[in-house]
């Protein structure tokens, strides 16, 4: 079955940077594109980056561009999120996804908090 594990998250402080790490298992990797989201406390879950199949084509949410890159490693079922220049609001749980055959998979999530 499909499995998704994320790793990598943490504490940290504003301005730093983390991570984050997701391997997948399962299915086709390499056939599907990959993204992470997060969730913050009362807020609803938010796309933040998606990498096409081959990693050709990336596309990131507005709030984290040029701060947060998105990459893959098909030899190794690998997704990771570069995270720089960390915000308070930046805080929340991320979530690696995959898209199967029209089914959204999800991993456990890893925790990211920004603080002082």
């Known amino acids: 079955q499909v499995q998704l594990v994320e790793s990598g998250g943490g504490l940290v402080q504003p301005g730093g940077s983390l991570r984050l790490s997701c391997v997948a298992s399962g299915f086709a990797f390499s056939s599907y594109a990959m993204s992470w989201y997060r969730q913050a406390p009362g807020n609803e879950r938010e796309l933040v980056a998606t990498?096409?199949?081959?990693?050709?084509?990336?596309t990131h949410a507005e709030s984290v561009k040029g701060r947060f890159t998105i990459s893959r490693d098909n030899t190794e079922n690998m997704v990771y999120l570069q995270m720089n220049s960390l915000k308070p609001e930046d805080t929340a749980v991320y979530y690696c996804?995959?898209?199967?055959?029209?089914?959204?998979?999800w991993g456990q999530g890893t925790q990211v908090t920004v603080s002082s």
């Open positions: 996804n995959a898209r199967v055959y029209a089914v959204h998979y």
């Open positions: 990498i096409s199949r081959a990693g050709g084509r990336r």
